[in-house]
């Protein structure tokens, strides 16, 4: 079974930045397209960022031209640089296979941007 461990979260004013991270423990890493989901307060999980394993990526309109991923097969962690942070970024960050999400899903990793 994957595992899925989050981290890099935490407390940033407007316009900040976080790096988010996240290892994997599944062998087949290098060959799966993987993506950012994140889960605002009272909203559905909605997928941020996709990455395939050639590194070509796909945004949603909300972040595209803020927020990078990346990925380090190597060491099997997911990134995602968030820059221009705004107060509805506010969320808990998953990752996850990025076309169809695998059946466990990490802790997430709590963003909360506000003044």
């Known amino acids: 079974q994957v595992q899925l461990v989050e981290s890099g979260g935490g407390l940033v004013q407007p316009g900040g930045s976080l790096r988010l991270s996240c290892a994997a423990s599944a062998s087949f890493f290098r060959v799966t397209t993987m993506g950012w989901y994140h889960q605002g307060p009272g909203k559905q999980r909605e997928l941020v960022a996709t990455?395939?394993?050639?590194?070509?990526?796909n945004y949603a309109d909300s972040v595209k031209g803020r927020f990078t991923i990346s990925r380090d097969n190597a060491k099997r962690t997911l990134y995602l640089q968030m820059n221009s942070l705004k107060p509805e970024d506010t969320a808990v960050y998953y990752c996850?296979?990025?076309?169809?999400?695998?059946?466990?899903w990490g802790q997430g990793t709590q963003v909360t941007v506000s003044s």
């Open positions: 990455i395939t394993s050639s590194g070509i990526t």
């Open positions: 996850n296979a990025g076309v169809i999400p695998w059946s466990n």
